[in-house]
């Protein structure tokens, strides 16, 4: 299966952020590959050299290089520069950047604004999105992010659950995505269920 791959580099001196948000990222089941650089002045060749589509970096990097930092984003237009905010900044350094996550937020929250972020540089989304999925599927993708065992999604959809293990089978198959985690976000991503339905 050819799966395209987004490219993120993480411009962030400290390496357990750095990691952290790696792991994040990468359990959400979304395919991304990624690329640390420890300053900006690392980052334009970087870009070049690994075809970077997001720039995740910390805004403190840019605070005192702000004509160089304007300068680099201005070079690579087609590149989305998201800052992960973990200290007070300005809302003149913020609104440079396309787009910011807090430290703060959950990780379900942050692979979500990621994943939504970075959606339109996701070939083969816009190739097999939701609408490739069944009816039947899509009841099935709700009920798995919900939570439901496949003995509670047949009793749910009144369908058998060698039928549930079907469907998965062929949901993961056209996703691409194998935890249930992954698959949840998957589904809030594309409105297939609301963050709301998790409260009921």
Not at 95 to 101: F, G, K, P, R, Y
Not at 105 to 133: F, M, P, W, Y
Not at 141 to 169: C, D, F, P, W, Y
Request: charged share 20%; proline share 1%.
């Amino acid at each position: 299966m050819n799966k395209c791959r987004i490219n993120i580099a993480i411009v962030e001196s400290s390496l357990i952020i750095c990691e952290g948000l790696s792991n994040i990222l990468m359990q959400s089941g979304s395919h991304y590959n990624f690329y640390r650089f420890d300053t900006l002045e690392e980052i334009i060749s970087g870009i070049q050299r690994y075809k970077i589509d997001v720039v995740i970096l910390n805004p403190s990097m840019i605070q005192n290089n702000v004509k160089d930092f304007m300068q680099k984003k201005n070079s690579v237009p087609s590149v989305l520069w998201i800052g992960i905010v973990y200290s007070f900044h300005s809302r003149e350094i913020l609104n440079m950047l396309d787009a910011t996550i807090e430290i703060s937020d959950s990780s379900e929250a942050i692979a979500h604004a990621v994943s939504r972020l970075t959606s339109s540089k996701c070939h083969c989304l816009n190739c097999k999105g939701t609408e490739q999925l069944t009816t039947r599927e899509i009841d099935v993708l709700r009920q798995v992010a919900l939570g439901q065992s496949n003995k509670e999604i047949a009793e749910t959809l009144n369908i058998s659950v060698h039928t549930v293990v079907s469907h998965r089978k062929n949901i993961i198959q056209k996703t691409g995505i194998k935890s249930q985690a992954g698959l949840t976000i998957y589904a809030i991503s594309n409105k297939i269920i609301q963050l709301e339905d998790f409260s009921g």
